[in-house]
Nanobody
Framework: QVQLVESGGGLVQAGGSLRLSCAAS????????MGWYRQAPGKQRELVAT???????NYADSVKGRFTISRDNAKNTVYLQMNSLKPEDTAVYYC??????????WGQGTQVTVSA
């Protein structure tokens, strides 16, 4: 099975930056898509960004132009560079990985808090 370990969350002021990392353990060749989702208090979990093993990227409209997702296939690690952070970006950010066998794995989440 795949295990995901997230890091990089924290408290920043509006306009600041954070870089999230998520390392996937297990069989690297089994991972097709990795990405980030977030969930704010009282809201549903939503897509932030995803990237496939082939490099296809999808961003939520709310983060496009501010966030950048990247992937190191050799390390089986996905990153989320978050710039120009806004208070509305405050949420728990979850790493996700989907295998070629259509199995979905989730990290435990990392808190991102953006103060005004």
């Amino acid at each position: 099975q795949v295990q995901l370990v997230e890091s990089g969350g924290g408290l920043v002021q509006a306009g600041g930056s954070l870089r999230l990392s998520c390392a996937a353990s297990g069989r690297r060749f089994s991972i097709d898509r990795m990405g980030w989702y977030r969930q704010a208090p009282g809201k549903q979990r939503e897509l932030v960004a995803t990237i496939t093993s082939g490099g296809t990227i999808n961003y939520a409209d709310s983060v496009k132009g501010r966030f950048t997702i990247s992937r190191d296939n050799a390390k089986n690690t996905v990153y989320l560079q978050m710039n120009s952070l806004k208070p509305e970006d405050t949420a728990v950010y979850y790493c996700n990985a989907v295998s070629v066998l259509v199995l979905s794995y989730w990290g435990q989440g990392t808190q991102v808090t953006v103060s005004a």
